[in-house]
């Protein structure tokens, strides 16, 4: 829960993420030994920032050539001993800059943009090598190797732990921006594990994306990507029963959504719209999100209006996934024939390859069709291709339905 900031707090002091990571994950071995037998501090983040400092001088100390990193570390550990960060953490909702600070040096232009996402999404997000991989569809010894060939250019880049200035900033907001989705997006469509949702890490992202708004009021990205994670957000605690399986929209009882998260979601999106710069990227997606957030059911919401906008991201931000997203729109504003024209178009030029969305998708609009036999193909297709254990239980129900009759 608290990996991002325990690294970030050490990377300010040490001035080298590889070594701040290395001494996180030293402290918490250590906590492991100690904790049973001595007991778990009253604040354990503290107690591990504490110990990994220690163990930061330790690595340095080994080095051939003390440093103006040591110096600084040494004068933090002389100054907190005794009192091991007795506040770190202590309220949630405050803005960390520390954090910051390490998501800007994790997009850091010397990186490649899939490096800066692998190496993001493993030190501020938390994921695990295989989760990244299965987000962006690429092997996990891939993966391995960017995080690891990336700590190692920070290093050797000297590149300084803190929130760029000016012209700087701007130029790697955009990296920025796209991780945070990134992470945004594991935390609200879990790609492996058991769990439909992981709240902690889409609210992490929600939390950056405010602090990122905050520093840059005047850019309507920063703006429309808040408003975007704020009302996808609202639909949380609808999304999923008791049980812990998913709630699909249809069925969702929106009286459960959290309208808070709503007045701030279209607040951050009127706030883009209004800098006469026109949406971008993430405020189009946020704008579908609205339609959604402001309808009182699937059928009242305003698909044409839907298509329209996907329409527009396609031209500004041409993916395979906008296309698909597109299709549902038309199959809900049009009919299924419409939308399935547009699917099956993608299944012929090859995109979404290995992906479980294409068929999902497909397999809905068949069995909208009254094509039965074809959707339960299509369904099962996607079922087999699904990481996540209750997207693939919600695939084989609705396998299991077609095989009834239902």
């Given at each position: 829960?608290?990996?991002?900031?325990?690294?970030?707090?050490?990377?300010?002091?040490?001035?080298?993420?590889?070594?701040?990571?290395?001494?996180?994950?030293?402290?918490?071995?250590?906590?492991?030994?100690?904790?049973?037998?001595?007991?778990?501090?009253?604040?354990?983040?503290?107690?591990?920032?504490?110990?990994?400092?220690?163990?930061?001088?330790?690595?340095?100390?080994?080095r051939v050539a003390l440093d103006d990193r040591y110096a600084a570390l040494a004068h933090?550990?002389?100054?907190?001993?005794?009192?091991?960060?007795?506040?770190?953490?202590a309220d949630p909702d405050t803005i960390d800059d520390d954090v910051l600070a390490l998501?800007?040096?994790?997009?850091?232009?010397?990186?490649?943009?899939?490096?800066?996402?692998?190496?993001?999404?493993?030190?501020?997000?938390?994921?695990?090598?295989?989760?990244?991989?299965?987000?962006?569809?690429?092997?996990?010894?891939?993966?391995?190797?960017?995080?690891?060939?990336?700590?190692?250019?920070?290093?050797?880049?000297?590149?300084?732990?803190?929130?760029?200035?000016?012209?700087?900033?701007?130029?790697?907001?955009?990296?920025?921006?796209?991780?945070?989705?990134?992470?945004?997006?594991?935390?609200?469509?879990?790609?492996?594990?058991?769990?439909?949702?992981?709240?902690?890490?889409?609210?992490?992202?929600?939390?950056?994306?405010?602090?990122?708004?905050?520093?840059?009021?005047?850019?309507?990205?920063?703006?429309?990507?808040?408003?975007?994670?704020?009302?996808?957000?609202?639909?949380?605690?609808?999304?999923?029963?008791?049980?812990?399986?998913?709630?699909?929209?249809?069925?969702?009882?929106?009286?459960?959504?959290?309208?808070?998260?709503?007045?701030?979601?279209?607040?951050?999106?009127?706030?883009?719209?209004?800098?006469?710069?026109?949406?971008?990227?993430?405020?189009?997606?946020?704008?579908?999100?609205?339609?959604?957030?402001?309808?009182?059911?699937?059928?009242?919401?305003?698909?044409?209006?839907?298509?329209?906008?996907?329409?527009?991201?396609?031209?500004?931000?041409?993916?395979?996934?906008?296309?698909?997203?597109?299709?549902?729109?038309?199959?809900?504003?049009?009919?299924?024939?419409?939308?399935?024209?547009?699917?099956?178009?993608?299944?012929?030029?090859?995109?979404?390859?290995?992906?479980?969305?294409?068929?999902?998708?497909?397999?809905?609009?068949?069995?909208?069709?009254?094509?039965?036999?074809?959707?339960?193909?299509?369904?099962?297709?996607?079922?087999?291709?699904?990481?996540?254990?209750?997207?693939?239980?919600?695939?084989?129900?609705?396998?299991?339905?077609?095989?009834?009759?239902?």
């Amino acid at each position: 829960m608290h990996s991002a900031r325990i690294v970030a707090t050490l990377a300010r002091s040490a001035g080298d993420v590889a070594l701040a990571e290395d001494a996180a994950q030293e402290a918490l071995a250590e906590a492991l030994v100690a904790w049973p037998r001595a007991g778990v501090p009253s604040n354990p983040a503290g107690w591990l920032v504490t110990v990994g400092r220690r163990r930061a001088v330790d690595a340095i100390r080994r080095r051939v050539a003390l440093d103006d990193r040591y110096a600084a570390l040494a004068h933090d550990t002389a100054r907190e001993d005794g009192a091991p960060d007795a506040d770190l953490l202590a309220d949630p909702d405050t803005i960390d800059d520390d954090v910051l600070a390490l998501m800007f040096v994790a997009c850091h232009p010397v990186l490649s943009p899939e490096a800066q996402v692998a190496l993001t999404l493993r030190v501020v997000g938390g994921l695990t090598s295989d989760e990244i991989a299965r987000a962006f569809l690429v092997p996990t010894a891939t993966v391995q190797a960017r995080i690891t060939r990336a700590k190692r250019t920070l290093t050797a880049a000297r590149v300084p732990f803190a929130v760029p200035e000016g012209t700087d900033r701007r130029e790697r907001l955009g990296a920025v921006l796209a991780v945070v989705y990134s992470v945004f997006t594991e935390g609200s469509s879990a790609t492996s594990g058991d769990d439909w949702l992981r709240p902690d890490l889409a609210r992490e992202a929600v939390r950056l994306a405010r602090v990122l708004a905050h520093l840059v009021p005047d850019e309507p990205e920063a703006l429309g990507l808040l408003a975007l994670l704020e009302l996808t957000a609202a639909r949380f605690p609808a999304r999923v029963a008791p049980d812990g399986s998913p709630v699909l929209l249809e069925d969702q009882d929106r009286r459960r959504w959290d309208r808070a998260a709503i007045r701030r979601g279209r607040a951050a999106l009127a706030a883009a719209a209004g800098g006469g710069r026109g949406l971008g990227a993430y405020g189009l997606q946020a704008a579908v999100a609205e339609c959604h957030a402001v309808a009182p059911s699937v059928a009242a919401t305003d698909w044409e209006r839907v298509v329209l906008l996907y329409e527009a991201l396609g031209r500004l931000a041409p993916s395979p996934v906008v296309d698909l997203n597109r299709a549902v729109a038309l199959g809900m504003a049009r009919g299924p024939a419409a939308g399935l024209a547009v699917v099956d178009d993608l299944a012929r030029r090859g995109a979404l390859a290995g992906s479980h969305q294409l068929p999902a998708v497909r397999g809905e609009l068949l069995r909208r069709l009254g094509r039965d036999a074809e959707a339960r193909d299509e369904l099962g297709r996607a079922a087999a291709r699904c990481g996540n254990a209750q997207e693939r239980r919600l695939l084989q129900d609705k396998i299991a339905a077609l095989a009834g009759g239902g």
